[in-house]
């Protein structure tokens, strides 16, 4: 058995237009360090910022779950800009091109439906539609249905924990440089040692 995980921040785009975030990148490495810390043995990747890029981030998925044995336990986390039409936005996404340079939550639930892995951790801190203030690409197209491909990925030995639902956005604590679920996971850790 191999346990594999493939942790993804992005904080900084390289289309200007795309607002900043302050915690992404931090929460993506706040939870691989948890990962690590707690599981010696996991093969841990971290990608953030300009290494996120859709190529990069599409390869590694691909590889991950696609490799992935039958006794393997694969974790997944992503901390970013979602859009409206449940896309994650990476590192070289570009508002004239959304569908072209972000990746679909289809892709990801395709991958997932077919893993060959034992179990699939999942844990995505993105907006799927929301306000100003939250991790969500402003000028996406917003879907007529507000259905979401994560139905698609249940299954056993499939869990996935979402900062907000389908038509929710994900917000960043102002002044402590994570998101709200990171946040959140890192002290109930903290609480489960002592």
Same mark, same amino acid.
């Given at each position: 058995? +191999? ?10 785009? #390289?289309?200007? %237009?795309?607002?900043? *975030?302050?915690?992404?990148? %931090?929460? &993506?490495?706040?939870?691989? =360090?948890?990962?690590?810390?707690? @599981?010696?043995? @996991? ?8 290494? &996120?890029?859709? #190529? ?8 991950? $779950?696609?490799? #992935? +044995?039958?006794?393997? /336990?694969?974790?997944?986390?992503? =901390? ?6 449940? %896309? ?6 570009? *508002? ?11 892709? *990801? ?7 060959? &892995?034992?179990?699939? !951790?999942? @844990? !995505?801190?993105?907006?799927? =539609? ?9 000028? =996406?197209?917003?879907? %007529?249905?507000?259905?979401?491909? !994560? ?7 499939? /869990?996935?924990? +979402?900062?907000?639902? /389908? ?13 709200? $679920?990171?946040? !959140? ?10």
């Amino acid at each position: 058995m +191999a346990i594999k995980g493939i942790f993804i921040g992005i904080d900084k785009y #390289a289309d200007s %237009r795309i607002r900043e *975030l302050t915690g992404a990148r %931090r929460d &993506a490495l706040a939870l691989w =360090s948890l990962f690590k810390d707690s @599981i010696p043995q @996991i093969d841990a990747t971290l990608i953030d910022d300009n290494i &996120a890029t859709l #190529a990069n981030v599409r390869r590694t998925l691909e590889s991950l $779950l696609g490799q #992935a +044995a039958d006794d393997d /336990v694969v974790v997944i986390t992503f =901390s970013g800009h979602g859009s409206h039409n449940h %896309r994650f936005a990476v590192y070289d996404s570009n *508002l004239d091109d959304l569908d072209g340079t972000t990746m679909p939550m289809e892709t *990801l639930a395709n991958l997932f439906r077919n893993s060959r &892995a034992k179990a699939i !951790l999942c @844990i !995505l801190d993105c907006c799927f =539609s929301g306000g100003a203030p939250a991790r969500v690409l402003e000028n =996406s197209p917003i879907p %007529r249905d507000i259905n979401s491909d !994560l139905n698609s990925i249940a299954g056993q030995g499939r /869990v996935l924990i +979402a900062a907000s639902n /389908v038509n929710e956005p994900s917000y960043e604590l102002p002044g402590h440089g994570h998101g709200i $679920l990171p946040k !959140l996971s890192l002290m109930c850790s903290k609480l489960a040692t002592v």
